[in-house]
């Protein structure tokens, strides 16, 4: 099934830092994807969207970039803070899916004081 | 209300019983999704409505597992004869649906299965 249960990679930063996660999606038709946060005990919680006619957006201290040619997303923080420990995930979707969002398996954010 | 609303928060029931799961989601929010997840793991997919359309059960586990949407608002999970490997938080997410646009979700309901 899609995005089936596995143990999350973990990324581990020192704070202050600038931590990028990264996520590699499955169809070269998608045109939109998201960033969500998800914190412990928490639904996840969207961050930042980027669609398909752009290769870079930012937002407060993150930043999204997007390489269509090798299907690559990635979200770059920037000075790292205790409060960004999360599990990240991205999701893509597409008019073709009727814009059903598939969610990558996620990446655990930790960050060291 | 403001965002999905998700009941029970917490729900414990024995092996073999069967459970619904309630959903509210955003008014005018079309598409509605449903996901699994365990401990420490990612999102996994079981079903997503999108306005009249048949829905995608393309992740439902077993024919255990059911969900209907009534009037295109509140939606339903329903898992019968539980097992304990159904133990896990079970999310909710609605958008708008006819476009790109960001999901948002429920805070879940975390179901254990004893």
């Known amino acids: 099934g899609e995005s089936v249960g596995l143990h999350l990679p973990t990324l581990s930063v020192q704070e202050g830092d600038n931590s990028i996660i990264n996520c590699a999606y499955s169809?070269?038709?998608?045109?939109?994807f998201i960033w969500y946060k998800q914190e412990s005990g928490k639904g996840p919680q969207f961050i930042i969207d980027?669609?398909?006619?752009?290769d870079k957006r930012q937002g407060q201290r993150v930043t999204v970039l997007l390489n269509k040619t090798v299907k690559h997303l990635s979200l770059q923080i920037a000075a790292t803070q205790p409060g960004d420990s999360a599990v990240y995930f991205c999701?893509?979707?597409?008019?073709?899916?009727?814009?059903?969002?598939?969610f990558g398996s996620g990446t655990r954010l930790l960050v060291r004081p | 209300g403001a965002g999905v609303s998700q009941s029970p928060s917490n729900k414990v029931t024995e092996k073999g019983k069967d459970v619904e799961l309630r959903c509210d989601p955003i008014?005018?929010?079309?598409?509605l999704y449903w996901y699994r997840q365990s401990l420490g793991q990612g999102l996994e997919f079981l079903i997503y409505?999108?306005?009249?359309?048949?829905?995608?059960k393309s992740g439902l586990p077993s024919d255990r597992f059911s969900a209907e949407r009534t009037g295109g608002s509140v939606s339903t999970l329903t898992i019968q004869r539980t097992q304990q490997e159904d133990s896990a938080v079970y999310l909710c997410?609605?958008?708008?649906?006819?476009?790109?646009?960001?999901?948002?979700f429920g805070q879940g309901t975390r179901l254990t299965v004893v």
């Open positions: 980027i669609r398909s006619n752009m």
């Open positions: 997410a609605s958008s708008l649906g006819f476009l790109n646009t960001e999901a948002f």
């Open positions: 008014s005018g929010h079309t598409a």
């Open positions: 169809n070269s038709a998608s045109d939109y």
């Open positions: 409505f999108q306005g009249n359309s048949a829905p995608d």
């Open positions: 999701a893509e979707s597409n008019m073709d899916s009727s814009y059903k969002l598939i």
